[in-house]
């Protein structure tokens, strides 16, 4: 059992930067996949990007390529997500989750999700 609270939402101008963190409970941190995913009213939820078990490992969607970080802290059970560079089609409520095994770029196979925290980016 994984339990995430997601942290750090709010409004920020264009061109500003914004951190959010994921605290995770539980002792098998480590043995999922960790992501952040963000939905954007209308739209789906799409998969922002994620880090590996281990942490060594990050992959990104192409929309936030260059601009987001994942840091993942194994010793603390936390998984951040550092955004730059933001745009108002940045604009969303992210979601931090966690998945062992499957398509990580899809929601769908996902077995725990925080309660999601508003990011709301202003032109």
């Known amino acids: 059992q994984v339990q995430l609270v997601e942290s750090g939402g709010g409004l920020v101008q264009a061109g500003g930067s914004l951190r959010l963190s994921c605290a995770a409970s539980?002792?098998?941190?480590?043995?999922?996949?960790m992501a952040w995913f963000r939905q954007a009213p209308g739209k789906e939820r799409e998969f922002v990007g994620g880090?590996?078990?281990?942490?060594?490992?990050?992959y990104y969607s192409d929309a936030v390529k260059g601009r987001f970080t994942i840091v993942r802290d194994n010793a603390k059970n936390m998984l951040d997500l550092q955004m730059t560079s933001l745009k108002p089609d940045d604009t969303a409520v992210y979601y931090c989750?966690?998945?062992?095994?499957?398509?990580?770029?899809?929601?769908?196979?996902?077995?725990?999700w925080g309660q999601g925290t508003q990011v709301t980016v202003s032109s």
């Open positions: 539980g002792r098998t941190f480590t043995h999922y996949f």
């Open positions: 989750a966690a998945i062992r095994t499957g398509d990580i770029y899809s929601a769908r196979g996902y077995e725990y």
């Open positions: 880090r590996s078990g281990t942490g060594s490992r990050a």
